[in-house]
């Protein structure tokens, strides 16, 4: 099974929290920025941007504020890095899906009838796999910060504009991808992405 439908799958048996109350909202997005910096090369590695899709859960709570499952998948390509895998050449853009799977909420900045604004956030992990026999995929643990607004159209659905940072934490000198003779040393503790979104907010 594909790594990011494991994810999805994860993500949907988490409905069981609250059954009486939860929002889920489809998204499509766009998803840019990212590099990793070899250490031994100082080359610099750049994902490229495209188009990304997920999910969010939520559960409302107390005083405007709900609680958020968040899911996004981004399929790309890393570039021109050097490999040393049989039948491979030196360097090579290796195709590369990056998802997210976070567990935070939304914090309310005005609860206007007509338009609501809040602050998004969570914690949780990002799975980089690599598309290329012989090259090993890496899970890490990460963190978003947003900030969005929901119109409401109904009385149950909602238009959800969301933009969001995603930051990936990496020790100094971490290898990824390496299984064998590959190495990508990264120089850098921290990975970044931003992605923005829009989804239909239907709540149950």
Not at 76 to 82: G, I, K, M, P, T
Request: proline share 3%.
């Amino acid at each position: 099974m594909k790594s990011h439908v494991k994810l999805l799958f994860i993500v949907l048996t988490l409905t069981s929290f609250n059954s009486q109350a939860v929002e889920i909202t489809p998204l499509l997005g766009y998803r840019g920025g990212g590099e990793f910096i070899d250490l031994d090369t100082n080359k610099r590695h750049t994902i490229v941007s495209s188009e990304s899709y997920g999910l969010i859960l939520g559960f409302p709570s107390d005083l405007g504020k709900v609680i958020e499952v968040y899911y996004s998948h981004q399929s790309s390509r890393l570039n021109s890095v050097d490999v040393t895998l049989p039948a491979t050449a030196s360097s090579v853009d290796i195709p590369l899906t990056i998802d997210y799977l976070h567990i935070g909420g939304t914090t309310p900045i005005s609860e206007d009838k007509k338009l609501k604004t809040f602050v998004s956030g969570g914690f949780g992990f990002t799975y980089l796999s690599p598309d290329i026999s012989g090259l090993q995929s890496d899970l890490r643990a990460s963190f978003s910060l947003g900030i969005g607004l929901k119109w409401p159209i109904s009385e149950r659905i909602s238009l959800r504009l969301e933009s969001r940072i995603l930051a990936t934490l990496f020790n100094s000198n971490s290898a990824l991808f390496c299984n064998g003779g590959c190495s990508l040393s990264v120089n850098g503790s921290l990975f970044t992405q931003a992605e923005v979104t829009a989804g239909l907010a239907f709540r149950f």
